[in-house]
């Protein structure tokens, strides 16, 4: 019988003494993580990956939504009543589980039923088995609120089929879970009717053999899954428009897509999206996955970090605290972006986020030794 070893209700640590559970608890929030939900799973990942008697470890969440991400609206309200340093702390451990998980030492099984952007991506989408449903929503639309995809989507994004990357990034644009297995952010497409029975066949496997988990999963995956011809054609596309060198000259090319295609749907909300993000995010966006290309994960993380705390410190403008009012707190959805125009966007300006903070007690990222990262593998299409 699966037990509960937690009293902290925003997280859930489940399953027998082979199998455990790392369950997201906070359905209304869209289990977005709190400064104690992620120190808290910090430590019950590191018992269960010392533990000989467990075997793998299941993470999910409960809801509608994996996990949206951290929360924002915690952040801002910690980091406009205090110091900037409590968010970049906050910030340091997600990073810290990401990288954790990223190089875990037992199976990790992610099953990704619902939404998930952000922190949510960055926390699964280096598991060894990424399970997706019909349900499941990807996104990262954080250049729409003056941030960038971070908490290693600089290194994940920049791995995708194509130039998919930039435009996932750029534009914030959704895709569902069959897509996601067609450019490699998933291992497996699973009904969400069928998920329940997953969980508990995966509980009554016992067995770190990850042939032996992958075999029992395509168990569960559908005989006949939806050809994803409209995937491929917009991929096309995207590559046509997103290998150009700057962001103005890809939303003039995706444009000019615009006049052939004629009021395609994903076509004009992505132009949309572009043209309402923060300018200063698209470049540090457009920056970062290009940069991710030849880097580490761990170099990407350390970019992420050092990128962060320029944000928090308003550095060069306070457009990440301007998007959460306009688009989170006032809801407004008029923010006053300090540089309106992509073109007032220099690449001097985008330097200085990559650049040391000027604090006596600042530091790079530090990651602990580690294992090397499990290996983020896409399709070749």
């Known amino acids: 019988m699966a037990f509960s070893d937690s ?26 993580m709190t400064f104690e939900m992620v120190s808290q799973m910090l430590k019950k990942f590191k018992v269960y990956e010392n533990d000989s008697t467990v075997k793998f470890v299941i993470l999910k969440g409960n809801g509608r939504g994996f996990c949206s991400g951290g929360d924002i609206r915690l952040l801002y309200k910690y980091t406009t009543a205090g110091h900037w340093s409590f968010a970049a702390r906050f910030y340091k451990n997600i990073l810290t589980l990401n990288y954790l998980l990223a190089t875990y030492q037992k199976p990790l099984v992610a099953i990704i039923n619902g939404i998930v952007m952000g922190g949510g991506a960055g926390m699964s989408m280096y598991a060894k088995f ?19 995809p971070d908490t290693g989507a600089t290194h994940f994004l920049s791995r995708l089929p194509g130039y998919f990357g930039e435009y996932l990034g750029l534009t914030g644009s959704m895709i569902s879970g069959a897509e996601m297995v067609a450019c490699g952010l998933a291992t497996h497409f699973v009904l969400s009717k069928d998920l329940h029975l997953l969980e508990n066949a995966l509980e009554e496997l016992s067995s770190s053999d990850t042939t032996a988990i992958s075999h029992l999963i395509r168990k569960f995956v559908p005989e006949k899954l939806e050809k994803q011809d409209n995937f491929y054609n917009r991929l096309q596309i995207i590559n046509e428009c997103f290998s150009r060198e700057t962001v103005e000259d890809m939303l003039l090319a995706f444009e000019k897509q615009k006049e052939i295609y004629g009021e395609e749907k994903w076509i004009v909300e992505a132009i949309n999206s572009m043209k309402s993000a923060c300018p200063n995010s698209l470049k540090i966006c457009l920056r970062s996955i290009r940069d991710g290309r030849s880097k ?86």
């Open 130 to 148: 990424k399970i997706v449903s019909e349900n499941t929503v990807f996104a990262m639309p954080e250049a729409g609120i003056g941030h960038f």
């Open 296 to 381: 580490s994960y761990e170099e990407c993380l350390v970019d992420e970090y050092t990128i962060y705390c320029h944000i928090l410190r308003r550095t060069v403008n306070g457009d990440f605290f301007e998007g959460l009012r306009a688009k989170v707190i006032d809801k407004d959805n008029k923010p006053k972006w300090q540089h309106p125009k992509l073109e007032q966007v220099t690449d001097e300006i985008v330097d200085r986020y990559f650049s040391k903070v000027d604090e006596d007690d600042w530091e790079f990222l530090q990651l602990p030794p580690r294992p090397k990262v499990f290996d983020f593998v896409t399709p070749k299409l």
């Open 7 to 32: 009293s902290f209700d925003e997280l859930l640590f489940e399953g027998k003494s082979s199998v455990k559970k790392v369950i997201l608890n906070r359905p209304e929030k869209m289990n977005s």
